[in-house]
């Protein structure tokens, strides 16, 4: 149930197929649906505010409200470019996590009242201590995986605000699925979804060490029938 203190606004709705935006990141977006850029269009005439939020079912081309996740992020279009084909694409950046309390009608678009999550606040030399942890776990994670920019570590390392980190990382787990991102997003306290994140970069790490272990014998095992291969030829 929503804070009473917390106000909701009137926002155009955009829904995403197989992907989500986080707040404190920066994302480029195509836009195709027709629904979809008129919802754009109604952002950019007003604040250029727009509501964020995942689609259930990833095919449906005209989702129902049921379809869409309830909760998602408040973003501001930074960019908008209208390309030959027809389809928009955008630059969008997360501002904060809401949660949608009622669709409100229309006819051309999805709108929406949404609320904003107040996420609670205030250090502690344990928060402190799990940031540290998760930044050391990161740096692990980023050595043993090829595909993260090595500069995402000093990017990470500067960030000491528990909410902008956990959703800073989430988006460098590329493997997870997008119903364990959601699980995260609608995880209000930046502790526990810290906590959340740590505990799936220490599997990750633990899938790649065995990774690595298996190239490795792989590797030594082509390397061997290979010198034997070359031995057999010059002997005979």
Same mark, same amino acid.
């Given at each position: 149930?929503? +804070?009473?203190?917390? *106000?909701?606004?009137?926002?155009?709705?955009l829904?995403l197929r $197989?992907?989500?935006?986080?707040?404190?990141?920066?994302v &480029?977006?195509?836009? #195709?649906?027709? %629904?979809?850029?008129?919802a754009?269009?109604?952002?950019?005439?007003?604040?250029? $505010?727009? =509501?964020?939020?995942?689609?259930k079912k990833p095919?449906?081309? +005209? &989702?129902?409200?049921?379809?869409?996740?309830? =909760?998602? *992020?408040?973003?501001?279009?930074l960019?908008?470019?209208?390309?030959?084909?027809?389809?928009?694409?955008?630059?969008?950046e997360?501002?904060?996590? #809401?949660?949608?309390?009622?669709y409100v009608e229309?006819?051309e678009?999805?709108?929406?009242?949404? *609320?904003?999550?107040? $996420? &609670?606040? #205030?250090?502690?030399?344990e928060?402190?201590? !799990?940031?540290?942890t998760?930044?050391q776990?990161?740096d *692990?994670?980023?050595k043993?995986? %090829?595909?993260?920019? &090595?500069?995402?570590?000093?990017?990470?390392?500067s960030? $000491?605000?528990?909410?902008?980190?956990? +959703?800073? !990382?989430?988006?460098?787990?590329a493997?997870?699925?997008?119903a364990d991102?959601?699980?995260?997003?609608e995880?209000? +306290?930046?502790?526990k979804?810290?906590e959340?994140?740590?505990?799936?970069i220490?599997?990750?790490?633990?899938?790649?060490?065995v990774?690595?272990k298996?190239r490795a014998?792989v590797k030594r095992?082509?390397?061997?029938t290979?010198?034997e291969?070359?031995l057999?030829?010059?002997?005979?």
């Amino acid at each position: 149930m929503a +804070d009473k203190k917390t *106000t909701s606004r009137t926002l155009p709705l955009l829904p995403l197929r $197989e992907l989500l935006v986080f707040p404190h990141t920066v994302v &480029p977006l195509f836009v #195709g649906r027709e %629904k979809s850029i008129k919802a754009l269009d109604d952002a950019m005439a007003r604040n250029r $505010e727009i =509501f964020l939020a995942a689609q259930k079912k990833p095919k449906s081309n +005209d &989702p129902l409200p049921e379809e869409i996740y309830e =909760f998602g *992020t408040i973003a501001q279009i930074l960019q908008l470019l209208r390309l030959p084909d027809g389809t928009v694409k955008i630059l969008v950046e997360g501002k904060k996590r #809401g949660r949608i309390l009622k669709y409100v009608e229309s006819n051309e678009m999805l709108m929406v009242d949404v *609320t904003e999550i107040q $996420e &609670p606040n #205030g250090r502690s030399a344990e928060n402190e201590a !799990l940031v540290r942890t998760v930044k050391q776990a990161f740096d *692990t994670y980023v050595k043993l995986n %090829k595909k993260v920019p &090595p500069e995402m570590v000093f990017s990470i390392s500067s960030i $000491e605000d528990e909410s902008r980190l956990a +959703d800073t !990382l989430v988006v460098q787990l590329a493997n997870l699925k997008l119903a364990d991102k959601q699980r995260i997003l609608e995880t209000i +306290d930046p502790a526990k979804r810290l906590e959340e994140i740590f505990s799936i970069i220490q599997s990750e790490i633990e899938i790649l060490r065995v990774e690595k272990k298996i190239r490795a014998r792989v590797k030594r095992q082509m390397e061997k029938t290979q010198k034997e291969y070359y031995l057999n030829e010059q002997m005979n």
